[in-house]
Structures are given as structure tokens and as C-alpha cells.
């Protein structure tokens, strides 16, 4: 019976299940999250079913086997929430009763807790009458509950038989940033997520660790494809091998992304947690989500492999490279992980596959964009990267890709964005939980964040107006250091660029497009820039090599035509 509470736990946990996997998550660098996430998930699902109960006119019962019903039979989310219900729910319903709302229910249930000496963390306005008097009222309520013996501070959701192996296998993928289906360990797979194929090009032959994207073919591929492109086997006409006269001093190259939750696309959908917006569709993708770790890179701007979503129909890097030559097919990786920065990349960078010998150059984007200035901390000053430690780090990483790159590689260095923008265009506008009743809005989303210690970055999502400063401030001297670095210092086997991530000029585009500054931010986390920045990104950088260093991209191939013709897709993504 202890699992009943752990139970609980693991529905909210599972619609943010990389906050137990990971010591930082897809909000950046957090610590010691599990109480904290703990009761952010409460709210949220409390806030759900009580929002589902308004727009379906239904009573709280009806609502919460709505939700449940909506959910996927898959990492057992259907069969979790039922048994969530079955525990849990007539307390829900005997608090909804009398009129409590998330805050009130989460710390009843004690998945919210207010520390000695510490302020009272709530999302929603405080009742009218008295929080202590409030509260006590409604643990009378369920004081007899058979639910409150649970103890919360085992709650392990891993520790819960039937998630322990899913557990296990993101839990291993996450920390080594490496495809766990990964039969030849050639750091490839056939497998989508857990860092398999949305994440790096799919291999084609995963029982032959000298067959991946991005090498030079063995033998021009005469017999068999080495490199994963699709292109292979011998010309009848000629007995000329395909690979040989399609590909040869076309100048193929890959793109390789080293970044954070940006760069990866976290990303939380809005009908997730919009009452009025959910249907059995809403959950469709919510398994694939969580085994990549709440991120989406298979769209991201940099190495995603499938269309925009987006009303902006540009392409990424990655697809134009391919687009440009066709030989490209499938060299991407995307190394990046949530809660990354300069700081700690050593600890994954070894996941990067390039063969100096034996593989193609490549294209490597550094954009570690926030987390040297962001943390959740209570004084998020003394814990930014400085500009000497960014310096160290970067040189370090830079050796590093020297001694691992195929010569005639290159490296661009992407500078950090103002994040005042967050505040200044989000703050008094209503979050997708506060947009039903108009009781919610970002500036009270973010302060419950920073009660929580939780926030993806404390430095500006506040109402602290010199902290922003300061914060920006910061980011503006780390970006004059990357652009230092990239102006000093030469290297063998790359060249290297700096390029600000000019945030002012996306917005002042997208305003031309007829678009609102912010639409710009992940609605859910009112943090992460969206796919249609990581779009518009990916164009200003296309735009700014074809101009000034037309020479990254390498050449078009004039085969392209003929490799459609004979390959097709070219065995797709």
C-alpha cells in the first residue's frame, strides 16, 4: 500500500518525468527538484481537472476519468491516472467541493509545503479569508482519508516496478547523451528516441559499427551503404559506382549542434494543460516527448529532419544542407541537453561521433544560450559563469574539437540573447493555466517559480528590474568574450566564427511577418524560444554564410537531380 503515494506522484512526475531522471531539466539548471516538482505537478493536473470540470459543465469525477481517457496506453500514463482516481480522487472531489483551489488542494495533500521561515509558494490569488485558516479547514476535510497515511517523503516513481525499466533506459540515454538502441555502439540507432535517430542521423546497417552517417564511403559504396545516405551500388550504364559519380568533390559535410534546451526544442504543448483545448489527440506524441526528454529535436532549427509545424515554412540547417547536396543525407547531431551550459558540456561532449580519418568535415554550432546566467537560485548573481571561467571552458572545448573534427571543419560560436524580453513582453499577459478564468498571468507563473527555487532563470523572469539588468549585463560580457575567442584564436583542423544571437532583429522580422513579439516563447514555460524563432535562427544564419562565408556551406550539387531520380528519398529519416 506505500505505492499508493508514489502513485500520485508519478502523474504529474510523467508529464515532467525528466525532472526525476536528470539533475537539471528542460527548465535549466534546477537542484534537488523532487519536492519542488512535486507540487508544481499537483497544481498543474489539480488545475486541469478543475478546468475540464468548468468547460465541460461535468462534475469533478466525470472530468478526472476524462483526463485519464485522454492519455496513452504507452509508459503505462492511462493506467496510472486511473489508479490515481481510484486513490486519490474522493479526496480531490471533497476539496473541490468546498470550494478549494490547486494551491489549497496540493498542500492538503502535501505535495506543496510551506518551510519554517519560508514564504508560502501558491499560483493562484491567496483566499479571502486567512491561508492558515483556509488550510486547516481543508486538511479537516480529508483528515480521515486512508490516502494521507502515504508517506511523501519515500516517493520514488522509479522506483515503481512497472516504470523502473523506462526509468532506467532514459535515465541511461540522458546522462551519456548517447542512443540507448545502439546495437554496434557506433553512437547511431534505428530506434527514434532515447538519443536515437531524432537526435543523431539513423543508421542503417546498426549490426556494422563502420556503417554511419557522416563517414566517407568504403569502396564508393559499391556493395553496400557505408555512410547512410542512400546512395549506393553501381551504375549499369557505365560501371561506375553512384556514390563515386554523384558525390565526389562535392564537398559533403555534416551540421553538429553543441546546446542546451534550446537548441534540443523543449518544448510542452499548450493543449497539454488548456482545458478547453484537449481531446484524445492533445496526448498523441506525449510517450515520444517523454523519452526525449521533453525535447523535440527532430524539429529543431538546427538538425531537424521533418517539416516546420510552424506558420514560418523555413527549413532547418540541416535540411538545407541536404537540400544543397544531397550527399548530406542524414549527417546531423544534436548534442544538446537540457540544463547545459560552458560549465558542464565536458560531461557529454565525448558523445559527439566525428572520425578524423574517416569521416567527412563538419559544421559545429556552439549555442549554449542561457544557462551561464540562469539558474533558479534564491541570489542567481554569484552562481553566472564569469567571463575568465567561460574563457577556460570554451578553449578547453574548442581543444577538444580539434583533436576529434576531419580537417577543413568548421565551428561558429553563437553569442547569448537579452532575455529582458521575457518580462517585458510576457509579464501582464495571462499564462495558458490562468487564461480560462483570467486569474494567471506570467508575472504570477514566474513568482511562483522563484518561490519554488525552481526557475529555468530567476535573473529574468522577475519583476527585479535591476536584477534583469544585471542579468543582461552579464550575458553581454560572456558574448564579447565568445566573440574575443572566436577573433583570436586559430585552430588546424577548423575555422572559426562568432554570431550574436540578436533577439531584437528575430522579433522586428516576425513583426514584419504580421506576428506579436510573444508569440515568440514557449506559452507552457514562458521561457524557451519557440519553433518559429529556432526557424527564423536558421535562416538569418543560412542567409549570413551564403554572404560573408559562402565557403561553410560548401558547394550545390549539380546531381542532385539525378540522385532524386535514382535514390528517391534516399531510405527518408
Known sequence: MKSHRKILMALPLLFLLTLHTLASSGYGNWSDTRHSSACIGCVLVVSMIEQLTQVHNSTVQIS????????????????????????????????????????????????CKQDPGQPLCHLYPLPKE????????????VKKSPALKYSRSGSDICSLPFLAKICQKIKLATQNSVPFSDADSDKYSDFP??????????????SNKMAYPGRRPDNWDSYQDSNCNGIWGVDPKDGIPYEKKFCEGSQPRGVILLGDSAGAHFHIPPDWITASQMSLKSFFNLPIALTNELDWPQLSGTTGFLY?????????????????????????????KNGASSQNLE??????????????????????????????????????????????????????????LPNGSHVILYGL??????????????????QLNKDVTYAHFYSFLNCLQVS???GWMSSNKMLRTLTSERAEQLSKTLKKIATSQKFTNFDLFYLDFDFQEITEEWQKKGG?????????DGFHPNEVVSQLLADRFWKKMQHQWPHVLGKENPFNPQIEEVFGDQGGH
Not at 420 to 433: E, G, S
Request: proline share 6%; hydrophobic share 35%; aromatic share 10%.
Open 64 to 111: 478526472m476519468e476524462r483526463l485519464c481517457s485522454y492519455l496513452p496506453e504507452k509508459l503505462f500514463l492511462k493506467t496510472t491516472c486511473y489508479l490515481v482516481v481510484h486513490i486519490f480522487g474522493p479526496d480531490i472531489v471533497k476539496l473541490f467541493r468546498a470550494d478549494m483551489n490547486a494551491d489549497v488542494v496540493c498542500h492538503t495533500l502535501k505535495f
Open 516 to 524: 506579436q513579439p510573444w508569440q515568440l516563447i514557449e506559452p507552457v
Open 417 to 434: 540573447p537579452d532575455g529582458r524580453f521575457l518580462w517585458d513582453h510576457l509579464h501582464d499577459r495571462y499564462h495558458p493555466l490562468g
Open 130 to 141: 486567512a491561508w492558515t485558516f483556509t488550510l486547516e479547514k481543508a486538511r479537516q476535510i
Open 308 to 336: 516546420s509545424t510552424s506558420r514560418i515554412k523555413e527549413n532547418s540547417i540541416y535540411l538545407r544542407l541536404r537540400k544543397r547536396n544531397r550527399c548530406n543525407h542524414r549527417d546531423y547531431q544534436n548534442i544538446s
Open 347 to 404: 560531461r557529454f561532449i565525448e558523445s559527439l561521433s566525428r572520425n578524423q580519418l574517416l569521416d567527412y568535415p563538419a559544421i559545429v554550432i556552439y549555442a549554449m544560450i542561457g544557462n551561464d546566467v540562469c539558474s533558479g537560485h534564491i541570489d542567481p548573481l554569484p552562481a553566472m559563469t564569469t567571463p575568465e571561467k567561460l574563457y577556460s571552458k570554451v578553449m578547453q572545448t574548442l581543444q577538444y574539437l580539434n583533436s576529434h
Open 456 to 458: 529555468p532563470c530567476r
Open 193 to 206: 528516441t532515447l538519443r536515437g535517430f531524432h537526435w543523431r542521423g539513423r543508421d542503417c546497417n546498426d
